[in-house]
T-cell receptor, first 113, second 115 residues
Framework: SQQGEEDPQALSIQEGENATMNCSYKTSINNLQWYRQNSGRGLVHLILIRSNEREKHSGRLRVTLDTSKKSSSLLITASRAADTASYFCATDAHPTFGSRLTFGEGTQLTVNP | ETGVTQTPRHLVMGMTNKKSLKCEQHLGHNAMYWYKQSAKKPLELMFVYNFKEQTENNSVPSRFSPECPNSSHLFLHLHTLQPEDSALYLC??????????????FGSGTRLTVV
């Protein structure tokens, strides 16, 4: 079954507004990561939050993690048209040798100028 | 440029053709991955290589054959594909096998169309 599920599937906002995307997962994790993908391109790693962390910031990005609810959120503040992309959460399940990332279906963010 | 280079960027092939996708990284990473991205579906992990050794084959049909001659290069050999194999194929690498604390670095992908 799919590990990470993003919500909403699509989000359209105006430039300058904040964008919030949510991710839910099912199993214990080592860490959770957010990636961004521009249309037809590869994914770019944005931020990683470990299972013992609750909040992390990087520039205009803020990520929260609630392991009791098995959920995470990504907040992009003061959005720009260039933030238009798909955003994916990925979970690294509880560490075993060769553990790997499992991705959700993504949220398509459109920032209108 | 992320440090992971995939070639070709686009590939159109017939169902009877044989072709190969190439991935190259010079980041000093020791783990490499092939993912398949189809429309409206999550990324699907296909193969994992740690220190050149294949550690996972995620029930991928035998018409996809990976090869990892060294830690910097990864190939995906394709033969007798089906139209439903059309997708974006993404290569990724990570620093230490079994640990993803630094995230994956992805290539730009190969857009494959099977006709």
């Amino acid at each position: 079954s799919q590990q990470g599920e993003e919500d909403p599937q699509a989000l359209s906002i105006q430039e300058g507004e904040n964008a919030t995307m949510n991710c839910s997962y099912k199993t214990s994790i080592n860490n959770l990561q957010w990636y961004r993908q521009n249309s037809g391109r590869g994914l770019v790693h944005l931020i990683l939050i470990r299972s013992n962390e609750r909040e992390k910031h990087s520039g205009r990005l803020r990520v929260t993690l609630d392991t009791s609810k098995k959920s995470s959120s990504l907040l992009i503040t003061a959005s720009r048209a260039a933030d238009t992309a798909s955003y994916f959460c990925a979970t690294d399940a509880h560490p075993t040798f060769g553990s790997r990332l499992t991705f959700g279906e993504g949220t398509q963010l459109t920032v209108n100028p | 440029e992320t440090g992971v280079t995939q070639t070709p960027r686009h590939l159109v092939m017939g169902m009877t053709n044989k072709k190969s996708l190439k991935c190259e990284q010079h980041l000093g990473h020791n783990a490499m991955y092939w993912y398949k991205q189809s429309a409206k579906k999550p990324l699907e992990l296909m193969f994992v290589y740690n220190f050149k050794e294949q550690t996972e084959n995620n029930s991928v049909p035998s018409r996809f054959s990976p090869e990892c001659p060294n830690s910097s290069h990864l190939f995906l050999h394709l033969h007798t594909l089906q139209p439903e194999d059309s997708a974006l194929y993404l290569c990724a690498s990570s620093q230490v096998p079994g640990q993803t604390n630094y995230g994956y670095t992805f290539g730009s992908g190969t857009r494959l169309t099977v006709v």
